[in-house]
């Protein structure tokens, strides 16, 4: 069965601390998307990633960056985390062309 | 620019349809999704339909779309307590550059009442 796997379910951070989420897809995508949901505001994209290497900025990449070294990793760096960043983190991969996203099962982030 | 736009919630008895419905502005999109997101998960690929398409049947599943009106719809036959969850629409627009991501709806809540 095909996957995204995301490393943690639940994460709790301190304020200012560097935070990095994981995500890995075994299905050779060659684009990776880093999404926050929030209540009342959907998904929000933060960075995709249509190659290795290659990064371009979603809707709402302040605060954040991404590394992409290998084609089936794509990671999720909050550089200094701040409480406005608490909130539900998905990862999604799809191949290029027009099908759809297959998506992880989230991270849940908490920045006290 | 691009938007997709879809009610908020929707509440209905066990047994009887649903029908979320959810509109769009880029006519280019390709394709038309419908995702479900069940409580504390990521988000499930329901179904999809081409943009040459009218109607797509997937056992309970039955999805309209109307082209000239930009409107698409999910109806779910004999909704069950399972179907709970929130469903978003997503289109894929066709423009140079962007059949990478998809533009998404906020998602309809769906309660199914015992």
């Known amino acids: 069965d095909v996957k995204v796997t995301q490393s943690s379910r639940y994460l709790v951070k301190r304020t200012g601390e560097k935070v990095f989420l994981e995500c890995v897809q075994d299905m050779d995508h060659e684009n990776m998307f880093w999404y926050r949901q929030d209540p009342g505001l959907g998904l929000r994209l933060i960075y995709f990633?249509?190659?290795?290497?290659?990064?371009e900025k979603g809707d709402i990449p302040e605060g954040y960056s991404v590394s992409r070294e290998k084609k089936e990793r794509f990671s999720l760096i909050l550089e200094s985390a701040s409480t406005n960043q608490t909130s539900m983190y998905l990862c999604?991969?799809?191949?290029?062309?027009?099908?759809?996203?297959?998506f992880g099962s989230g991270t849940r982030l908490t920045v006290v | 620019g691009e938007d997709v736009e879809q009610s908020l919630f929707l509440s209905v008895r066990e047994g009887d349809s649903s029908v979320i419905n959810c509109t769009y502005t880029d006519s280019s999109s390709t394709y038309l999704y419908w995702y479900k997101q069940e409580p504390g998960a990521g988000l499930q690929l329901l179904t999809y339909?081409?943009?040459n398409m009218d109607m797509k049947q997937d056992q309970r599943l039955t999805v309209l779309l109307n082209k000239k009106d930009k409107h698409l719809s999910l109806r779910i036959a004999d909704t069950q307590t399972g179907d709970s969850a929130i469903y978003f629409c997503a289109e894929s627009p066709a423009g140079a550059g962007n059949n990478r991501k998809l533009i998404w709806g906020l998602g309809t809540s769906l309660a199914v009442n015992p």
């Open positions: 999604a991969s799809r191949p290029t062309g027009t099908y759809g996203y297959t």
């Open positions: 339909i081409f943009s």
């Open positions: 990633s249509y190659d290795v290497k290659m990064k």
